[in-house]
């Protein structure tokens, strides 16, 4: 169980926990694969989500036996994911996500996100969402060595923040980021978004939606 007491800092994962895009990832991925020659399913595109990228290239060149560029397939998902975005109404907040951050600035909790995306890339994803968030409260995987599923990200934001790992609740949907989180020694909250909590390791709690994970905090 988590000592809330000596809890400092609330991080919050972006894609497929705050927003709800892992679905136009997935089919996005897809179709650039689609458009290179490949062949991706959506069970293989899952490994992707919140991937270090010399990760992600190894393993998408490992299933299809060639080198190809990865920054290219990149710029082809980009396209896939506008389409997705324009035929579904747009990017939205899973549930209770603004609710729940709501309450904890509120409470004068120290809040962020931390996302496997530039910087750049979640102002664009968070703009016009109202999520109270500044730019100093902005993490990227972009800016150390090893994006998800290693540590580094965690790891520098506890420096940054003067605080040890275990004083800080992570919240992720991947196992990506629940294996960077964990592995970096944070205290991790899992809300499934494509896949379960089957097989993670290191996980405290698990909720179906920032409803529930609202609740539960302020019945502590």
């Not at 709501?102 to 004068?108: A, D, S």
């Not at 150390?144 to 965690?154: I, S």
């Not at 993670?200 to 019945?219: N, Q, R, T």
Request: with cysteine.
């Amino acid at each position: 169980m988590i000592d809330l007491l000596k809890i400092k800092l609330f991080a919050l994962d972006l894609d497929g926990t705050l927003v709800d895009t892992e679905r136009a990832y997935n089919y996005a991925w897809c179709k650039a694969c689609q458009c290179m020659g490949f062949n991706l399913s959506s069970e293989q595109a899952l490994f992707l989500r919140s991937c270090d990228a010399k990760l992600g290239y190894k393993y998408l060149s490992g299933l299809f036996q060639t080198e190809f560029s990865y920054d290219e397939l990149k710029k082809i998902r980009g396209k896939y994911m506008d389409e997705f975005f324009a035929q579904n109404g747009g990017i939205k907040l899973k549930k209770g996500a603004l609710q729940f951050v709501t309450f904890l600035k509120q409470e004068k909790k120290d809040v962020c996100i931390v996302s496997a995306a530039t910087v750049q890339k979640v102002q664009e994803t968070i703009k016009g969402l109202s999520l109270p968030f500044t730019t100093k409260e902005l993490f990227s995987a972009k800016d150390v060595e090893r994006g998800k599923p290693f540590p580094d990200v965690y790891l520098k934001l506890a420096e940054e923040k003067g605080i040890s790992p275990d004083e800080i609740i992570v919240f992720e949907d991947s196992p990506n980021g629940v294996k960077s989180a964990v592995s970096a020694g944070c205290h991790v909250i899992f809300i499934p978004d494509l896949t379960d909590e089957k097989g993670l390791e290191g996980i405290d709690y698990v909720f179906s939606d920032f409803d529930l994970v609202s609740h539960f905090f302020k019945s502590l």
